[in-house]
């Protein structure tokens, strides 16, 4: 089957540093998406990460281990407006492409003063 | 700038009623895809599109169809709607000649049924 695990809650303080971890099991695989969503908006791309290593892109960055199915977002200097939900997301579905996503469940990060 | 809209952003509709919701994108991209989103289980693939008159059925087809008549728009259809398809209803379209499938998502629109 296809699944993706991360975390469902994780809070941090206003200017610390946070990462969000994800594994995916999928039977095919293109990259790894990182989605970020506030109460009642819709979700909007962050990062992809198609080979191993690190992605920095200003204060947020991704990384992805192909061999390890494993990545993560890493967020700094943490501000109140980064309090959202994260989603992981793999692109590949059954081996195709299509552009077709499968997402995690998403990461509720709470952003305290 | 990629826009994506859809026809409302709240619903509310009987048991047994029929169902539209519309999402229309400006870019010209080829896959479009329908998502429903409840709490604690995330974005799910109720049917997706990569080209007119083209559909493949997500993970969640069940009780769904879809209509794409046109490149630009994608409907989504509850034949007969049903209490547990209230929920938020999510419309994304991404294009193929990128390289990170960047999905574009519309507004939402939240559905409650009755």
């Known amino acids: 089957g296809q699944s993706l695990e991360q975390p469902s809650e994780v809070t941090a303080v206003e200017g610390a540093i946070v990462q969000i971890n994800c594994t995916y099991q999928t039977s095919g695989f293109y990259g790894l998406s990182w989605y970020q969503q506030h109460d009642g908006g819709a979700p909007t791309f962050l990062s992809y990460?198609?080979?191993?290593g690190l992605e920095e892109t200003g204060r947020f960055s991704s990384f992805l281990s192909r061999s390890d199915s494993y990545g993560y977002l890493l967020l700094q200097e943490l501000q109140m407006k980064d309090s959202a939900s994260y989603f992981c997301?793999?692109?590949?579905?059954?081996?195709?492409?299509?552009?077709?996503?499968?997402f995690g469940k998403g990461t509720k990060l709470s952003v305290k003063p | 700038d990629v826009k994506v809209t859809q026809s409302s952003r709240y619903l509310v509709k009987r048991t047994g009623e029929k169902v539209f919701l519309e999402c229309v994108q400006d870019m010209d991209h080829e896959n479009m895809f329908w998502y429903r989103q409840d709490p604690g289980l995330g974005l799910r693939l109720i049917y997706f599109s990569y080209d007119v008159k083209m559909k493949e059925k997500g993970d969640i087809p069940e009780g769904y169809s879809v209509s794409r008549e046109k490149k630009e728009r994608f409907s989504l259809i509850l034949e007969s709607a049903s209490t547990n398809q209230t929920s938020m209803y999510l419309c994304?379209?991404?294009?193929?000649?990128?390289?990170?499938?960047?999905?574009?998502f519309g507004p939402g629109t939240r559905l409650t049924v009755t």
């Open positions: 994304a379209s991404t294009t193929l000649k990128g390289f990170n499938y960047e999905q574009y």
């Open positions: 997301a793999v692109s590949g579905r059954d081996g195709g492409s299509q552009g077709n996503l499968i």
């Open positions: 990460n198609a080979l191993d």
